[in-house]
């Protein structure tokens, strides 16, 4: 147990203060009982019994007295509690089909909107990256426990040219087995590397929110195909309707390639949602984090302090009220 304020232990002196001051009292007291003519008088109510209702609500009070002293120096203590965790890559598409309206308010805002319910119904150990693509991909988030940066990620993305959904495939898988982003500054380190399993796939699981309508890069199906043969898992999310829908800016309707979508998912062993199903993304997670890790949590204490104190300073209170009007 660690205290976060020793010095308030200090208040600690009190307690004897006052049972000194109680004993004096009694002592007092024993003046006037000596007074009585005849000590056989006194005998009866003296006995053992007595003894313990007299004492008892003194005694409950200083143990309120010794608990709030300790509540006050503020107690911590250490738990080590196993965690659930896991690895969730989101890959989102960020091309300039993602404006189209035909998914209210625009595709883009309903990805985002996809990924603010999504993350904020993880468990807290579950780790949260984000990669966008277009007419390329980037790592935006490592995996983080902090949903902040995840939302904060997301809705400040720039939309581009092109659609490369087998390129944003293969960065989330990178960032699986290295979350570390390469560094821009050194060509060699920024060189796509290829594609390797991680250690324990089954740990991880990669969510693609897309209209489907891949126009540039690797064959979507067979970077899906091999993420499939590493025992990666990809859910994929379908931005759109059947009918497509106007661009602003453009003035074209946008093709939204549903089948595409499902064979990623089909290919990996994932499943497919739409946007209008998209909330139930919290399936996902059933599907993950099949480990736990052992970890330690502080928890502050005082609260126990105090309601043992509150605790004994009621029931002397009762019991000194009761018994007090019984003895003669």
Known sequence: MVLTWPTALLTLLIVPYFALLYIWVLRRRQRYILSYSSLEIVRPAAGAGQRVRRHLPAALFLMALSAMSIGLSRPNATFIDPEATGTVILVVDTSRSMLATDIAPSR????????????????????????????????????????????????????????????????????????????????????????????????????????????????????????????????????????GGTNPGFGNSRRFEEDTLKEIAAETGGRYYTARNASQLEEVYGHIATSHELVEKRTELTFLAVAAAVLFSITGAVLGSIWGARLP
């Open 108 to 243: 883009i805002d309903a990805a985002r909107a996809a990924i603010r319910d999504f993350s904020k119904k993880q468990p807290s150990g579950i780790r949260i990256g984000v990669v966008a693509f277009s007419g390329g991909a980037q790592l935006l988030t490592p995996p983080t426990t902090d949903r902040e940066l995840v939302n904060a990620a997301v809705n400040f993305v720039t939309l581009g040219r092109g659609t490369n959904v087998g390129e944003g495939l293969q960065v989330a898988l990178q960032t699986i087995v290295s979350p570390e982003p390469p560094d821009p500054f050194n060509a060699d380190e920024a060189v796509r590397t290829p594609l390797v399993a991680p250690d324990r796939p089954e740990e991880s699981i990669i969510v693609l929110l897309s209209d489907g309508a891949s126009t540039v890069g690797p064959d979507p199906l067979g970077v899906a195909h091999d993420l499939g043969e590493m025992g990666v898992r990809v859910y994929t999310v379908g931005l759109g309707t059947a009918t």
